[in-house]
């Protein structure tokens, strides 16, 4: 079965720091990996995707994530952050039965 | 373009009464998803429609939970009667084409609150 694991439910960075997310994934088959973003009291909305393209992924608001088969992940990454980022971000994969299966989420916090 | 449309945004009740969502998806998106949000936890997909036909809904709890595409647009998604756990956020979405590669569009929830 795929399932996705995010380490870290909470992560704090300073504005301007790197940004890292981590999401692990685990599928029987090639994945499709995406990750989304929330915004407070706001539905998600997708920041980028890998559909077995290129293993680096550009999403928006300069975020990209890169498909690494042999660890199994899909880190999200930004070179730096804006106190705009903050949010909470969510990994997902698609199962066998094309769903979307996400991780539980990890809440970015910006300090200026 | 419209996005995706819920509503009520906010909905407390007393356990054991009645309630419902009501979702109106992307002009033109054949399918639409109800999914679950508990609180700290990502979503949970609850039914998946395409066009009108309930394509997954092996996670829909039947005893409790109905839910209708009628016309093959907007949807409801009923509890009958609720119960203190349902407490959550109820999240539609909907996508162009079956979801698996294709990118999906949620509406802001409907917040459930069960006292």
């Known amino acids: 079965a795929q399932s996705v694991t995010q380490l870290g439910s909470h992560v704090s960075v300073s504005e301007g720091a790197l940004v890292l997310l981590r999401c692990n994934y685990s599928s029987s088959v090639p994945p499709y990996l995406f990750w989304y973003v929330q915004y407070p009291n706001q539905g998600l909305q997708l920041l980028l995707k890998?559909?077995?393209?290129?293993?680096l992924v550009k999403g928006i608001n300069g975020f990209e994530a890169e498909f690494k088969k042999s660890e199994t992940s899909f880190h999200l990454t930004k070179p730096s952050a804006h106190m705009s980022d903050a949010a909470e971000y969510f990994c997902a994969v698609t199962s066998s039965r094309r769903q979307l299966i996400f991780g539980t989420g990890t809440l970015l916090a910006v300090q200026p | 373009e419209a996005g995706v449309v819920q509503s009520p945004r906010y909905k407390i009740i007393e356990k054991k009464q009645p309630v419902a969502f009501w979702c109106n998806p992307i002009?033109?998106?054949?399918?639409l998803y109800w999914y679950l949000q508990n609180l700290g936890q990502g979503p949970e997909l609850l039914i998946r429609y395409e066009n009108e036909e309930a394509v997954d809904d092996s996670q829909l709890p039947k005893d409790r939970f109905s839910a209708e595409r009628l016309k093959g647009v907007d949807s409801t998604l009923k509890i009958q009667p609720a119960e203190l756990g349902d407490s959550a956020v109820y999240l539609c979405a909907s996508s162009l084409g079956q979801g698996g590669t294709g990118e999906l569009f949620f509406g802001e929830g409907s917040r459930l609150t069960v006292l």
């Open positions: 002009s033109g998106h054949n399918t």
């Open positions: 890998y559909t077995s393209a290129a293993t």
